[in-house]
C-alpha cells in the first residue's frame, strides 16, 4: 500500500486496480453523485476503465485522488486529491465521501492536507476547486481552505463556482 499522506485521523492512500468495487460502491448513492457529474459506475470492467485511463495515470506526476481511510478502523471513507485538467491547465482539489461519514470534518481534513502537500511539497502556484452553488457543504469546505473566489460557471448543467488557492 501506497500511503502518500496522513492526518490527524486520516491516511491517504493511492487507489490500485483492485479497487474497482471501493468506486461502484462509492457512486452508488446519487446523494453522493448529485452534483459531481458523473453517476453509478455500472460494473467492475467501468471501474478498472476509471482507474487505468483516469485515476492511476495521475500518480506519475505526484498528484492524483487518493483514497482515504480512517486510521482508527482502516475503513475505506471516499476520496480526495488533486487532479490535472488537461483542458483548463489546472490542478483541481477534489473530495467525496460515503454519506455515511459526512459533516464529521473529513473533507475539510483531508482537503488542507492534500492543499498543504500542493503547496508545500510539489510547490504548486495555484490549486483551483469547483463546487455547484447548491452544494453548500462543499463550497463550506473549499472556503474553509483560504481558497478564494475566482469566478462563476457551468459544472454538469448546474451553477458552480470556481476558487482558488495561490
Ligand atoms: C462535500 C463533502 C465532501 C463534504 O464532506 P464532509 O466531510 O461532510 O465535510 P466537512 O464535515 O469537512 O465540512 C462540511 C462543512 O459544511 C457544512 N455543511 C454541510 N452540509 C451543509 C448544508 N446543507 N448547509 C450548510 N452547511 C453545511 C458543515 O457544517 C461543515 O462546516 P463546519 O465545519 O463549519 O461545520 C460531502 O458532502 C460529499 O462527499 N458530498 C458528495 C460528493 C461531492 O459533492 N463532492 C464535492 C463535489 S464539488
Given at each position: 500500500m501506497k500511503i502518500t499522506l496522513e492526518t490527524e485521523r486520516l491516511y491517504l492512500r493511492e487507489f490500485t486496480i483492485d479497487d474497482a468495487q471501493l468506486l461502484i460502491d462509492l457512486n452508488s448513492d446519487i446523494d453522493v453523485t448529485r452534483y459531481t457529474g458523473d453517476g453509478?459506475?455500472?460494473d467492475i470492467d467501468e471501474a478498472k476503465r476509471i482507474l487505468t485511463d483516469i485515476i492511476l495515470p495521475q500518480y506519475k506526476n505526484k498528484i492524483g485522488r487518493w483514497a482515504v481511510h480512517l486510521k482508527s478502523t482502516d475503513e475505506f471513507i471516499g476520496w480526495c486529491?488533486?487532479?490535472?485538467?488537461?483542458?483548463?491547465?489546472?490542478?483541481?482539489l477534489?473530495?467525496?465521501?460515503?454519506?455515511i461519514h459526512w459533516?464529521?470534518?473529513y473533507a475539510t481534513e483531508s482537503a488542507r492536507a492534500v492543499n498543504d502537500y500542493g503547496v508545500n511539497t510539489l510547490k504548486l502556484t495555484s490549486i483551483v476547486a469547483r463546487a455547484a452553488k447548491a452544494n453548500v457543504a462543499s463550497i463550506n469546505v473549499?472556503?474553509?481552505?483560504?481558497?478564494?473566489y475566482l469566478k462563476d460557471e457551468m459544472c454538469a448543467h448546474d451553477p458552480a463556482e470556481v476558487y482558488i488557492l495561490k
Open positions: 453509478l459506475v455500472k486529491g488533486l487532479k490535472y485538467l488537461v483542458e483548463t491547465n489546472e490542478l483541481d477534489g473530495y467525496r465521501f460515503f454519506k459533516g464529521k470534518g473549499i472556503k474553509k481552505m483560504g481558497m478564494v
